[in-house]
């Protein structure tokens, strides 16, 4: 009897630890969806004038940038900086690095559950628009991809590219790990038309 009990009590144990995992698995998606509904509205504003425009009271970044992938059909705001809270709720660019646009690599990092899930289906050729909040729409088009080790990534971003301006997109790899690990995956794009700052980052904490 106590077997059998203690059997009953392991398996509701089980039970609801599965669905607790599998409500987390769908939170978190749904909560950056439901970011990227409040971040559209501030970027509406800064792209109307307004300068700095938080998407919440007591947030500690703002939208810098509109990122589009016409052949996906993604699309998501980009988010000043790169700290926890920033990715939480969209890509951040990496203040360290160049202005999306100017001379040198600017750096967009996000997680590969959520923002940057479409990243690995991103190819050499394809187009990557970025809109800025001046209006200028900017079109950059993937060159490369490459798996690298956060540590040593070997993205400085002084370098500009054959254009003059690129962008490096980073997430965590592999697409389908469960815990953070060491390596990273970069799409890197340069600028269709024309367009460095300081040292090259570490991609410590993309995942």
Do not use: N
Not at 9 to 36: F, M, N, R
Not at 40 to 66: C, I, L, M, N
Not at 123 to 144: K, Q
Not at 161 to 187: E, K, M
């Amino acid at each position: 009897m106590t077997t059998a009990r203690g059997l009953r009590l392991t398996s509701l144990l089980l039970l609801a630890a599965g669905v607790g995992l599998i409500g987390w698995s769908a939170y978190i998606p749904a909560k950056a969806a439901l970011a990227q509904v409040q971040l559209e509205r501030a970027w509406q504003q800064t792209v109307a004038g307004h300068s700095t425009v938080k998407p919440w009271p007591w947030a500690d970044t703002w939208p810098v940038a509109k990122l589009t992938v016409p052949r996906l059909e993604k699309s998501a705001v980009v988010l000043e900086g790169a700290s926890g809270e920033a990715m939480a709720f969209g890509p951040g660019h990496m203040t360290q690095t160049a202005a999306i646009g100017a001379p040198g690599t600017a750096i967009i990092a996000a997680h590969r559950d959520t923002h940057f899930r479409f990243v690995k289906d991103l190819t050499v050729g394809d187009v990557i628009a970025l809109e800025t909040p001046d209006g200028t729409m900017r079109d950059f088009i993937v060159t490369a991809t490459q798996i690298v080790h956060a540590a040593a990534s070997g993205i400085d971003p002084r370098q500009a590219g054959a254009s003059g301006a690129s962008i490096a997109l980073v997430t965590c790899y592999p697409f389908d790990g469960i815990t953070r690990g060491p390596l990273r995956y970069v799409v890197f794009a340069d600028l269709l038309q024309s367009a460095g700052t300081e040292t090259a980052p570490h991609f410590a904490g993309t995942s």
